[in-house]
């Protein structure tokens, strides 16, 4: 952006596209002859520094980007959700090249969107976790910018934290999902009955399948290999139960 009077609006054409018609976010054509009308704005306030910006007129120009702003627009129900948790995933599958923070922000959204229909459709919370898992792959920076701006990554946390909430029942007492980089364990528990949880982690050595390495705390596991290969099998198990109430708690916790 060009240096602009403080209290101006300043407007700028938007880039030249080059990915031939491709629909835009405004639905129309990418045609060069009805770019060249298009502009995005900015307004320089008093104190000189940029404030309200407007750049929805100019198409992303990274072809993931344009499709995941798309599919932010179409409406969500019973009848899509799963066709598009599975779209998610081979999507995200690629999240190790995403280069732009609005990927991630918008993949935020729909999972989302996926995570309100857990109740009527319990397995959507697959696809959630898998989704979640792929999305460890993006470049550091990239979620760290997509945390500042719209806190992308704690609101994802927190729809996989959702599944447990919203698919326990005293029908479904235990729930069980492993992916590459994030394993969730959650049952169902009488307050009257708890004196504890015991908890282990095993992720499976890259160069033997015969010796596991084990884990004594319950944290996400980050499996190098699993970004490297997609194999579709995970090297992560989790596991979790109830401290057995006929023993002392003091002898089950030192195990």
Not at 170 to 178: G, M, W
Request: contains cysteine.
């Amino acid at each position: 952006w060009p240096k602009t009077l403080a209290g101006i609006l300043a407007f700028l054409p938007c880039a030249p596209a080059t990915f031939g018609s491709a629909p835009n976010p405004s639905g129309s054509s990418s045609h060069p002859s009805s770019q060249r009308q298009k502009k995005a704005w900015r307004r320089c306030d008093r104190a000189g520094r940029w404030a309200e910006e407007d750049y929805t007129q100019c198409p992303y120009a990274s072809e993931l980007t344009r499709v995941l702003h798309q599919l932010t627009q179409i409406p969500i129900n019973i009848s899509n959700a799963q066709p598009l948790g599975q779209q998610l995933v081979a999507f995200t599958n690629r999240a190790a090249h995403f280069t732009d923070v609005m990927d991630v922000i918008f993949v935020t959204h729909l999972v989302e969107r996926l995570t309100r229909l857990l109740e009527k459709q319990k397995d959507l919370g697959d696809y959630i976790s898998d989704i979640a898992s792929n999305m460890m792959l993006v470049e550091e920076h990239i979620l760290w910018m997509a945390q500042n701006e719209a806190r992308a990554c704690t609101r994802i946390v927190q729809c996989v934290e959702r599944i447990a909430d919203l698919a326990l029942t005293e029908d479904n007492r235990v729930i069980s999902k492993v992916s590459a980089n994030i394993a969730l364990e959650a049952l169902l528990i009488k307050p009257s009955n708890f004196l504890g949880l015991s908890c282990m982690a095993l992720q499976q050595s890259p160069t033997s399948s015969k010796f596991p390495i084990r884990h004594d705390h319950s944290y996400p596991i980050k499996d190098k290999q699993g970004e490297h290969e997609a194999t579709g099998e995970s090297l992560l198990s989790f596991k979790c139960h109830t401290v057995n109430n006929s023993a002392l708690p003091a002898s089950q916790l030192s195990k």
